[in-house]
C-alpha cells in the first residue's frame, strides 16, 4: 500500500514535523517513521494497516522520550 507521508530520518524529527503542520501526525510502519497527514493515517486504520503514532512525553525527571500507540495490532 503506497501512503502519502514524508519519510524521516528518526522519530524525534517526524514528531517535529507534525508540530510544524497541525493537521499532521507522526507515525511508524515497519521500524520507518513518517510525518503523515492525519487523515491519512484514519485511512491507513481503517485499512487496517498495522502502525503506531509516535508522540513525545516529558518524565518527572524533566527528560524526554517517544511513546507509541499501537493501531491494528
Known sequence: ???S????VDAYEAIQIARENEDACAITIAGRR????????????RAGV????LGEITRDDGKQC???VPVND
Open 50 to 53: 498495522e502502525f503506531a503514532y
Open 1 to 3: 500500500m503506497t501512503i
Open 5 to 8: 507521508a514524508i519519510e524521516c
Open 34 to 45: 513518517y510525518a503523515t497527514p492525519r487523515a491519512e493515517a484514519e485511512r491507513l486504520e
Open 66 to 68: 517517544i511513546v507509541t
